[in-house]
């Protein structure tokens, strides 16, 4: 699995986001977008921020575009990604005015499991604008590090931005290849204003970016241009209702080859049981990329030639859990099924031969876990919605066909974990850490499927006590705040002073004042004859130490006695052990301690 940014759990485990997304959408890759003609805004100054998950694609677009605007011909002014060989998903913010500004991200955006906050800042007016007014954040942190050549506009230069000209969101149309395949959500653009990340987001006590309300910062800017799209509403049958824009100023968005199906659950944050950060295909799988086509957000997935497709999120090992793959296009040897959370798909395809791997076969029925033959079940093909209940709890596994439980099982057996009729049972012990949703085939054939773990209606409704796959649904992480665990742990010197401790964050009331270096081949050390000591038999010793050799013998601390025998002995053993000592004046150890 591919979990490696902080979005991908968003407003994580039990703690309840602050302000939740009412909608999102995604855009096929292919055709989807959303147009609107602007009217001529204040060019100098605006903001632009959205939330985005990528639908990292081996797709027709090696520049994925978020947003844009041209004046005619091949002149635009585009936020996009660029996933050609050497960008590696920089995120760009180009203008071919002047080609001003040009800035695009050393850091790679290209995950395509987690959401992320994209944040535009534009203010033309200063003398010499730099990265402290024309800059892109992400996650709430401006970046200030850009590859190639960087550029910034002159004092009140303007883009194709918040002009009278037409805006796409989703596609680049002065390039008809540049189409954007993922999700977006809380698209909002601010004419006049040129605001911060955190009139849009704001971290959790987790520290992790998540939305904010963005209504007040809405209201301080111009009318004009201004809006705010929440996609809350799927209209129905109704697709010009996703591009509404609910700021009030009515710059509503056109909405092109896209329809409520386009319509999401998918969020940056959890909320009950139905919003959240949802599976889908994981076009980050390591396994038989180059014959995997994905679109519709990750949703689709088109398999050639003996390969094979899994899913970016994993149940847990325990619950119930639901999910449904549609059969788009059927040429023999497709499978449907599930592997093991610890299983990536190799080059044969879902094809049943591991422990932790179960598949449905279409053209036969036949079922496969762990190279041994299950019951035949009804033969699928496209147009097919075949069901997956998967329930821990009872360790079983039931399959329907459009509504149609296989094997002689009913809908009350399989909310009763009854095992009767079950298509596997005994099995699910393979999958430890959980299991996810795969698809294939098998063979020079190519097949084309169809995942819905609850992010849209399911074509049969969910039994009664089983889960949708996002999550909302999966129990708070161990670590909540890596940064608590996994950052290192400073010491600082000046050589006046030193530092010592755990620093996070630096809070200490008290700094130690001086420290020495003792370097044993050079035989530094220091000495002092006491006086007469006030008591002999009460005494502390204090210091702080940080050691440069291990295995060896090392004093810290030796007394001796006028005789010249040893009263007191602090030293590291050659084993690292640690020895505190102290004799009589007849040479007996009246202390003899080893740590």
Partial sequence: MVLSNSQWWAASGEEAAGWVPKGAVWFDGVADEMTRTMSTGTEEVFTISFWEKLALAESASLYPTQFSATSGGAAASSIQHDMDSGSDGMLYFN?????YPNLGTTAAFRDPTAWR????A???????????????????????????????SAQDGVTDFNTANVHYIGSRKSDATQWFNGYLSEF????GVAAVPSDFGEENSDGVWIPKDPTDIIATASATNTFWLDFADSGGTD???????????DNHFTPVSMSSANWTYDRPVNSGSDTGNYCTWNAA????????????????VNCVNSSGAMGTVCTTETGKWYYEITMDVDNTYGTVGLIGAALNIQTGGLDGNEAAEWMWQDSSGVTRNNSSAGPTLSTFTAGNVLGWAIDFDNDLIWCHKDGVWENGATLAEVVAGTSTNAVW?????????????SAGCNGGTSSTFSLNCG?????????????????????????????????PILYEGNGGGQRVGNFIPFTDAYAVDDSAMFISGDSNYLTRTPGTPSSSTVGTFSFWIKRGVLGAYQTLLQQDWPSGSEAVLCRFNSDDTFLFRMEDTDGYYVIDRST
Avoid: C, M, W
């Fill in 188 to 191: 909002v653009f601010l004419n």
């Fill in 122 to 152: 534009y203010d033309s007016t200063p003398a010499s604008p730099n990265v402290d007014n024309i800059y892109i954040a992400v996650n709430g942190v401006k970046i200030t590090d850009y590859r190639g050549l960087v550029r910034y």
């Fill in 285 to 300: 799988a390591p396994e038989n990329q180059s014959a995997l086509t994905y679109t519709n957000g990750n949703l689709t």
């Fill in 425 to 437: 049972s005994g099995t699910l012990a393979a999958a430890a850490g959980g299991i996810t949703p």
């Fill in 455 to 487: 992010q849209s209606a399911f074509n049969t409704a969910i039994p009664t006590g089983f889960k949708k796959i996002n999550t909302a649904n999966l129990p708070a992480p161990s670590i909540t705040k890596p940064s608590d665990h996994f950052l």
């Fill in 239 to 249: 697709a010009v209702n996703l591009g509404l824009d609910v700021s009030g100023n």
């Fill in 95 to 99: 203008s071919s005015v002047d080609n």
């Fill in 117 to 120: 906050h994209v944040f535009i």
